[in-house]
């Protein structure tokens, strides 16, 4: 009876997202707004991406509830994770072979390099801060599985992350005070396609990028610490 | 029946019909996880399809844009960039609370969870427990 | 022409996910919805969106995939197909 009813539900739902595809006119869009942002983007905001302007200059309070999912998640995560009983420095993992060892060595430099060149160059190319924060979230994270005995620094981490945050907030409240509205940019617009162009739009990438990277490297060594409590120990 | 546009959403919708039936239809907890993930994907394609214009460009503005028409609706791909990253927070949160259980009750059949909680809350409010097997599954 | 290459990898994407839904290693299945995001990154550059081509590489197809196999091995499940072959 479950089966037939949960077959019953996907053939209706196939039925509906159908019919939806019927009306959609798909590759013809009505851009009305997109056809505004195309014209008056560049010049408005001085970002050569048009997409780093809607995210960050257009639809910045979105950007900041993001954040604030991301912040929530990740500390969640942490928190519920490390509450059993924290075994001192017992690590049952050997070192990683030799050949992860002396990459992770050669390719940290390498990871920081790429993922900071993406995060600052966000609004002329495509790239911005959320993918640069994940390449250094994983670059972060990579000694870590190379020698699991090495603790990360969650304090560090922490700090990184509600300074950027921080950051972050107050450069909208200056937008704030100064030009009426939160978020608003305001430094020297520039050339477009040059590195300092685009008001604050490059300082907002930069500070989302680290807080992205810290948290994300924080969540992933929380995940990586070993279990110590045994299965069933909890249920009566 | 062979255009770009179809072969696509039909992609969408069985990415999304493949990952909503498995969240409905399966029984082990890591299985729903997986299936949340496809679901997510098939959405976010949905989405980027429908800004999709044929003979345009990338919506970086570059000095040569002579011969197309125009540029893709920037406003969805932004929206999809917030849904890819709130995604994969979703999924860890998932994660840690899927561990906790593991933890707490032994196994990930959400038949065998169901049953031993209903065993808890029945032993913590002073109830006769029904001391009935685990139902079946019809197959 | 381009219509071929679109179609061949929607059929690799769909039959993916399929496989991830059905297989028993669980292992196996998370390595699966992994090719289900790289499929999906390759569609969106066609799509013409660099942007969002990067973000699903870089959290589908690298983050999110590192926190199921990490959260697999956490979970005890992690199993390849040769440890059940010696103990049997």
Partial sequence: ?236 | MLDANSILFAGAVGLLVIGIGGMVISDHLYRMLLALALAEAGANLMLVLAGFKWNAVAPIVTFSMAGTSGMVDPVPQAMVLTAIVIGVGVQALALTMIIRIRNAYGTLSMREIKHKMEQDFAAKADLPIETRNIPARNE | MIEWFLFVIVIIMLSAAIMAMLLDNLLAATVSASVVSLGLAMVFVFLKAPDVAMTEAAVGAGLSSLILALGLKRLGLWKLDNDEEDNS
């Fill in chain 1, 1 to 236: 009876m479950h089966r037939f009813t949960s077959f019953l539900f996907l053939g209706g739902f196939l039925f509906f997202l159908s019919v939806l595809a019927g009306i959609l006119p798909l590759g013809d869009p009505p851009m009305l707004i997109g056809q505004v942002i195309q014209n008056q983007g560049a010049t408005e905001t001085g970002a050569a991406n048009l997409v780093t302007a809607v995210v960050l200059g257009y639809r910045g309070i979105d950007t900041l509830g993001e954040l604030a999912i991301l912040f929530a998640a990740a500390t969640a995560g942490g928190l519920v994770l490390s509450s059993g009983r924290r075994k001192s420095s017992v690590c049952s993992d050997d070192d990683a072979g030799f050949i992860v060892k002396t990459a992770a060595e050669l390719l940290f430099p390498l990871l920081v390099v790429a993922g900071l060149y993406i995060v600052i160059h966000g609004h002329l190319t495509p790239g911005g801060g959320f993918q640069g924060g994940v390449i250094l979230a994983s670059a972060f994270f990579l000694p870590l599985l190379a020698r699991p005995s090495a603790k990360m620094n969650h304090k560090v981490m922490s700090l990184v992350e509600g300074f950027s945050g921080a950051a972050f907030i107050c450069i909208g409240l200056i937008g704030l005070f100064n030009h009426g509205a939160f978020l608003q940019p305001f430094l020297s617009k520039g050339v477009v396609g040059e590195l300092f162009s685009a008001g604050t739009l490059p300082l907002l990438y930069i500070a989302v990028g680290l807080k992205v990277g810290a948290e994300l490297a924080g969540l992933l060594a929380a995940l990586n610490e070993e279990d110590d409590t045994e299965e069933g120990n909890e249920h009566a």
